[in-house]
């Protein structure tokens, strides 16, 4: 049986581009993502010869709505696109109070509402076919907003929860959903965002952070996150948020919140 083809959003640097390449190294056909319509062909021509699989391009802003609908497209209709790489993404430099409106909804455009709607073009068509993946990258920011990046870890968090949410909801479908935390990885995307790489300590090459992702890829974790090295304390965090699933049932406020008598 032939290996379902990629499609891969943010192809043209980083993360994007090394996801690239490992699927193409396991024989994977791809539909490479991105806004630089020559560096994507420049990175389509260098994996043919590398690896003699198929690759299309597809040059996209998934900011402008008539681009994301033309990527959306392809996700539906193309068959054989089994695995989805939401990659794409934006972060910004400055506290809350400094950024403008315009960049906050620029991000969350990107990071949040583009990716939900990439997951939501291709999943129906996953679910019918009882198989496929998607695979959404998150950040540890979305777990920590004393980083002070609070836009940006926002819309990790969402990231977060929409994949643990999807993943509950298609698993039974045959449908396997990942979201990968990296740290701070050695990308182009703090250049873009104003802030200057040499001044983040533990940055983890891109490379080893996507080999990594890929390890709990195929093990078919949930969520992946490669810098933490002891991972009971996922299984903690997760356990005592579980925990308080029946505590927050409840039909009466708690004690502590009740009016004076």
């Given at each position: 049986m032939s290996l379902p083809t990629v499609l891969i959003t943010g192809a043209s640097s980083g993360i994007g581009?090394?996801?690239?390449?490992?699927?193409?190294?396991?024989?994977?056909?791809?539909?490479?993502?991105?806004r630089d319509k020559g560096r994507l062909n420049a990175l389509a021509e260098r994996l043919r010869d590398a690896t003699g699989v198929a690759i299309d391009t597809l040059p996209a802003d998934l900011t402008q709505r008539s681009d994301l609908a033309i990527v959306e497209s392809r996700l539906r209709d193309d068959a054989r696109i089994g695995i989805l790489v939401n990659n794409a993404g934006i972060a910004q430099s400055g506290g809350f109070t400094e950024q403008s409106a315009d960049s906050i909804e620029?991000?969350?455009?990107?990071?949040?509402?583009?990716?939900t709607r990439l997951a939501a073009a291709v999943a129906p068509r996953l679910a019918n076919a009882g198989e496929g993946a998607i695979i959404n990258i998150g950040s540890v920011v979305g777990l920590a907003p004393e980083f002070g990046m609070s836009v940006y870890g926002a819309s990790k968090a969402f990231v977060l929860f929409l994949s643990q949410g999807l993943s509950l909801e298609l698993t039974p479908k045959g449908v396997y959903v990942q979201a990968v935390l990296p740290a701070a990885t050695r990308t182009e995307i703090w250049e873009r965002a104003g802030i200057?790489?040499?001044?983040?300590?533990?940055?983890?090459?891109?490379?080893?952070?996507?080999?990594?992702?890929?390890?709990?890829?195929?093990?078919?974790?949930?969520?992946?996150?490669?810098?933490?090295?002891?991972?009971?304390?996922?299984?903690t965090l997760d356990a005592s948020r579980q925990g308080l699933l029946s505590d927050i049932r409840q039909a009466q406020a708690a004690e502590r919140y009740r009016p004076a008598q």
């Open positions: 581009t090394v996801y690239a390449e490992r699927f193409a190294r396991r024989g994977h056909d791809l539909v490479l993502v991105a620029q991000l969350l455009t990107l990071n949040t509402i583009a990716l200057d790489i040499n001044t983040l300590t533990d940055v983890m090459d891109v490379g080893e952070l996507v080999d990594a992702a890929l390890v709990g890829f195929d093990r078919r974790e949930t969520v992946t996150i490669p810098p933490l090295h002891v991972a009971e304390r996922w299984d």
